[in-house]
Every structure is written in structure tokens, then in C-alpha cells.
């Protein structure tokens, strides 16, 4: 073990990361309360006892402070190894060091052993907040139902659950792991996972997510995943991890941390050299404990301390409203957004085509059905899902060769020998397929999907994917947040998605868009923004690869399936509704202003104790003890953020 994992082992929580204390767990725990017990009580006898010899005191105090604080000396030492001339327990050995030179011994000890307390009271608020917040979204079933070997019902710990153990869920029970339906069927509410689409008809063969109510019948399910790989584990890991990807501190406030300390550290040693010389009646140990009482205020973990739990209080707000924030990154992005572009398919509309018309020219519309069915059976488009579910037959896979598929555009396939293309409008003029004028054109909400055989049209199948229920009022709730500008991508015609915008009120859109050409947009967009401002894009979760857009903040609407799988996403709302992007806006800039409100409010009262350390009428352990409380009230303070009804925007 070397000098450095040493110093590490004596400092313990103490190592301070970032501008904040690094606490694992609650600090008070055992040796450090014996130690501040001990400490305390000889304190007390060095101060209060008279029989005491005052050099005997001065030693007292002098091991008081060294075994009370040995940690925040460990601490400081690695500070000064690591080249972080400005941490906190730096600052405090500093202090106190300086203030048994100049003879404040008193001081000094009090100065050690309230710093130690008052961290205490610091990590025990936040951790209690922490834990508070997270209780409330923490959705796991503690006990199953579990088959035994023997057929026997026996309650057991979800926990121990493991992937094809079987298990019976009554109703009004917690679902207690991801797990198949083999018998039964029932209404599920995942309302516990944040998704308010409501209670869902399951049966036989579907697959139940851990957190939700089972509201009706008896389910005799097999267990897919363990508790702890289950989507509620999923959800409160997200949750829990989210302030720790990234910095926590917002770029605005990250100034703050680096030179305010310099500043004041400046100031300190002003007043201790000059001081003496603009007033007679201070001694140079008088304006060195003041410029001790500097070193104290110098560091900003009062001010900043507050801002992970505040990031997680406002990320498990949002996450009863049905959003899962990736990170603080994704958090700052979407809080100055000032547009927001919408990739139509399964965002503004359902994301779920249906076949309403087969127009087949030269042939049966069940055979252009069949012959469209093959050619897409290996695409995963919503398009070609409906199209293979509404021709419903057998699909012989040994018939295709040379499949292809060009994102946005459509597959070219040999099915049997013979070349197929099925797609868009642009996919048949690339390949010079003349199509009729009366396919051309089609009702409000409807698309077009071409077919063409051999290079020779074949007809084309209509497919109708609704506005969802709110997307107008989601648009309104959108401009009614701040959002300057709102986007419309698809993939369908011109006439189609004008028509489509119109009724949304969008006016800038973009048709016929391939993948390819969205992203360049994307980027063009992103180009366009002002200074400071973000650009939002809004896609189905289903159509997120593992890349990021050009955009700033990616944000995926998805069932709560989503939970289950891994993210690409920056930001994911379940349930898909429209209005809950206004939500996640709203709670985004709540938690900013509450951040800035807690950093000035502790400010300010740094402010006020740096004015009475000038006029010296405080002490060493009085300015810790009210920074302390400073740094309590801000991480108490941030629970707000995790208040739905106060960021003013509500999921609907």
C-alpha cells in the first residue's frame, strides 16, 4: 500500500470530489460519532474546568482537534497531491492551523469539531432526501407467489425469483418480476412505472413488466428476468444514476465553483497582510483570524452541495409523470430548448398503421397483399408490420433472396426470381415506375405504399396511422412553454404531411424525408439556433439507433417496454403522450430556476458572513455552523423540485 492509498483509507468520506463531500452512506456512523463524543466531552473539560493548567488545556485541545480531524488532514494532504489547492478540508486545516499559531486554540478545536458535526447534519439531509424521493418511485412486489417443484403455492422473497420459476398474480398485486402469461387473463395498470395510458387487456403469451397492478383476474405466469433486471429495477437505477452522468453542475454555475474560492482565498490574504496597517487597533493575530474566517467561507460546497440531490428530486418528479431523464446533460439541454422537431410516425400519430385500402390494377388485392407481405418480411417498419398482419398468411422465407431495404425509402427483393420494390413515391421514381395519377393522391391521415414488379407498377396499399388523441393540445401545451419553433419530419408526400401540419398548426415541415436526409436537417437546424439555445428532436423509441442526431437533446416517446431495453435516448416518455413533452420542458426549467434560486440564497448568506468576518465580530466556529445550515436548508429546499404541481406544468 503506498503514501497515497494510505492517506485515502485515513480520509475516508472526507475525500471531497467535485466541490461536494463524497458520502457512500450516512457519515454518522459508529467510530466517527465515538470520536466526536470523546472529543466533545474534553473539550468541555478544557474549556469549563478551572483546576485545568492552561498548557495542559492548550494540549487538550490540541488532541482534540488532531483526533476529531486526522480525516479532514488526510483529506487536505491528497488535496495538495492531486493538485486541488482549493478543497474544502484544505481550507478548514488552513484555518485551523493558523488559528493555534495565533493563539485562538479555542477557536480552532471548535472550528474542527463543529465542521464534523455539521457534515453530519449535511450528508444525513441529503441522503434523508435522497432516500424520500426515491421511496416514492420504487415499485418492486417484496414477496410472489411462487410454484414449488410439487405444484405447491408458496410465498417467497421476489428476490430469490429466477427466470422459469412460476408464479400466480392475484389481483390487486404488484407484478414482481418481467415474466410471460402462460394462464389467465387480466387488466394490468402501469401507472406504478409512469405510464397513465391506462389499464391494458393481457393474455396468454404476452409478456408483463415488474411494477404493474394486476387489477382483475388470476395470471399463472414464468418469471423472464430477475428482480434485479426487471423494468422497475431498471426505472430506479435510471433514476437513481441519472446526476451522476455528467456534470451536475450546470455550465452556467461552473465559474462560480472555480474562481469564487480564488477570490475569496485572495481576499483572505489581503486582509491578513494589510489589515493591521489601515487599522491600529487590530493585531496581526486579530486579522489573521479573520482571514481564517475567509478560508472558511472560501468554499463553494454550500452553495453547490444541494444541486445532485436537487437533479435527482426533479428526474424522480419527472419520472412519476412518465419521463426518464439519461442525465443532467439532458436535463440543462432540454431547459433552454427553443425548438422542437417531431419525426411524425408514432409521435404525432399513433405509430400504428392500419390497411384501410388495397387498389390492386392487374391483379387480386389479396395477391398484391401477399406479393408486398414477402418483399417486407424482413423489414421492422411500422408499415410492414401492418401489411404482414393484415395479410395474415404464411410467409415462405426460402422464396426471398437479395433482400435490401433503404431506411426511408422502402426494400428492392427478389421474391421467387422475380425483382419486387415496395415503398415510397421516391423509391418508384428512382427506379422509373410511372404511377397512375389516381394513386397519387389520398385522404387526410392516409399514406401510400407502392409496389412494383419487374419495374412495372402493381398498385399501391393505403394505410391509415391517426393524429394521436392529444397531439394538437400537446403542440399548443409546447407553445404555451416557450418553444419558439416546432419541426415536422415524414416520410410521407408533400400533400400528405402539408396536410397533416396544417392541422397541428405547424408551418415548418419536411416530406418524402429518409433517415439520411433527417439527420442532415437535423444538423442544419441545430446550426440555426441562437447562442445558449437547444434544439429538441422527438422520434419513436422504436427508431433510435445507437448513434446520436445532430440535435442537442434526442428524446424517444415508448410504451413502457422501453424499460426493459436499452436506451439511446437522452430523454424517454412513456405512455406517448404528446403533452407530456411541455411536462418535461416545464420540469427542466423548474429545476433550473430552483437550482439558481438555492446557489444565491446560499451566496447571499456567504455574503453576509464575509461582511461580519471583516467587522470580526463572528468566530471560526460560528461562520462553519451557519455555512452548515446554509448547506442543509439548500439541500432540504431542493425537494421541491420534486413537487409535480409546482414546475406549472402537469402530464395530461
Keep these: 500500500m503506498n503514501f497515497t492509498e494510505i492517506l485515502e483509507k485515513i480520509a475516508g468520506r472526507s475525500v471531497e470530489a467535485g466541490g461536494r463531500l463524497v458520502s457512500g452512506s450516512i457519515r454518522s456512523d459508529i467510530i466517527l460519532v465515538a ?28 488532541l482534540c482537534a488532531l483526533i476529531a480531524g486526522y480525516d479532514i488532514l488526510a483529506s487536505a494532504v491528497l488535496g495538495i497531491l492531486r493538485g486541488d489547492y482549493l478543497n474544502r478540508s484544505l481550507l478548514i486545516s488552513i484555518a485551523a492551523i493558523l488559528a493555534f499559531i495565533f ?23 441529503i441522503e434523508r432526501t435522497r432516500r424520500t424521493v426515491l421511496d416514492t418511485i420504487y415499485c418492486d412486489a417484496a414477496n410472489a407467489n411462487w410454484i414449488d417443484d410439487d405444484g405447491r403455492e408458496v410465498t ?5 425469483l429466477q427466470p422459469g420459476h412460476h408464479i400466480v398474480v392475484r389481483p390487486g398485486e404488484i407484478i414482481p418480476c418481467d415474466c410471460i402469461v402462460l394462464e389467465g387473463s387480466s387488466r394490468v395498470d402501469p401507472a406504478p412505472l409512469g405510464d397513465d395510458s391506462g389499464p391494458a387487456s393481457v393474455k396468454e403469451g404476452d409478456e408483463l413488466l415488474s411494477g404493474c397492478v394486476n387489477m382483475s383476474g388470476e395470471l399463472r405466469c414464468e418469471v423472464s428476468t430477475t428482480q434485479a433486471e426487471s423494468a422497475a429495477a431498471r426505472l ?15 455550465e452556467a454555475l461552473r465559474g462560480l465553483k472555480m474562481y469564487f474560492p480564488s477570490a475569496i482565498i485572495v481576499l483572505a490574504i489581503l486582509i491578513a497582510a494589510l489589515l493591521p496597517f489601515f487599522a491600529e487597533n487590530i493585531t496581526v493575530a486579530e486579522s489573521v483570524r479573520r482571514a481564517a474566517m475567509f478560508l472558511v467561507i472560501a468554499s463553494p460546497v454550500s452553495m453547490l452541495s444541494s444541486i445532485p440531490v436537487l437533479r435527482l428530486c426533479a428526474g424522480c418528479g419527472a419520472a412519476r409523470a412518465g419521463i426518464v431523464f439519461d442525465s443532467c446533460s439532458a436535463m440543462d439541454g432540454l431547459s433552454s430548448a427553443s425548438a422542437v422537431a417531431f419525426n411524425e410516425t408514432g409521435t404525432l400519430t399513433e405509430g400504428k398503421p ?8 392487374r391483379m387480386g388485392e389479396d395477391v398484391l397483399l401477399k406479393i408486398a407481405a414477402h418483399a417486407l418480411s424482413y423489414s421492422n417498419t411500422p408499415q410492414s408490420r ?19 431495404e433503404v431506411p426511408g425509402y422502402g426494400v428492392e427483393v427478389y421474391v421467387d426470381g422475380i425483382p419486387i420494390r415496395v415503398g415510397t413515391r421516391e423509391l418508384m421514381r428512382i427506379g422509373a415506375v410511372s404511377i397512375p395519377d389516381s394513386d397519387l393522391f389520398v385522404e387526410e391521415g392516409e399514406t401510400c405504399v407502392y409496389v412494383a414488379i419487374t419495374d412495372e407498377y402493381a398498385g399501391c396499399i393505403v394505410l391509415s396511422d391517426p393524429l394521436r388523441a392529444d397531439a394538437l393540445s400537446g403542440i399548443e401545451d409546447l407553445r404555451h412553454s416557450g418553444i419558439e419553433n416546432i419541426i415536422m419530419f415524414s416520410g410521407d408526400s408533400r400533400d400528405r404531411t402539408a396536410r397533416l401540419a396544417s392541422s397541428l398548426g405547424i408551418t415548418e415541415y419536411y416530406s418524402e424525408c429518409p433517415r439520411e436526409k433527417l439527420r442532415s436537417t437535423l444538423s442544419s437546424l441545430r446550426q440555426g439556433c441562437a447562442p445558449g439555445k437547444s434544439l429538441v428532436f422527438v422520434d419513436s423509441g422504436e427508431n433510435f439507433g445507437n448513434s446520436h442526431t445532430a440535435a442537442d437533446v434526442d428524446t424517444a416517446m415508448s410504451g413502457t417496454d422501453a424499460l426493459s431495453m436499452p436506451r439511446s435516448s437522452d430523454i424517454t416518455i412513456l405512455g406517448g403522450k404528446v403533452g407530456k413533452i411541455a411536462t418535461a420542458v416545464g420540469i427542466a426549467r423548474y429545476a433550473r430556476m430552483l437550482m439558481y434560486a438555492t446557489v444565491a440564497g446560499a451566496a447571499l448568506i456567504k455574503l453576509i458572513l464575509l461582511i461580519i468576518a471583516v467587522l470580526g465580530v463572528s468566530t471560526l466556529w460560528f461562520t462553519v455552523f451557519i455555512d452548515a445550515i446554509a448547506a442543509v436548508a439548500a439541500a432540504l429546499v431542493s425537494i421541491l423540485a420534486f413537487s409535480g404541481e409546482l414546475y406549472g406544468t402537469k402530464s395530461k
Design 35 to 62: 470520536r466526536l463524543a470523546v472529543c466533545c466531552i474534553a473539550f468541555a473539560v478544557a474549556l469549563l474546568a478551572g483546576a485545568v493548567p492552561a498548557v495542559w488545556a492548550s494540549v487538550i485541545l490540541i
Design 103 to 125: 493563539g485562538a486554540q479555542i477557536e480552532a478545536c471548535a472550528l474542527v469539531l463543529l465542521y464534523q458535526i455539521t457534515c453530519i447534519f449535511i450528508d444525513y439531509a
Design 156 to 160: 417467497v422473497e421476489s428476490s430469490t
Design 236 to 250: 430506479y437505477s435510471s433514476i437513481n444514476e441519472a446526476p451522476g452522468r455528467g456534470s451536475a453542475v450546470p
Design 354 to 361: 392500419r390497411v384501410v385500402k388495397v387498389n390492386a390494377g
Design 386 to 404: 401492418s401489411i404482414i398482419e393484415a395479410y395474415g398468411g404464411t410467409i415462405y422465407i426460402d422464396l426471398i433472396e437479395n433482400y435490401s
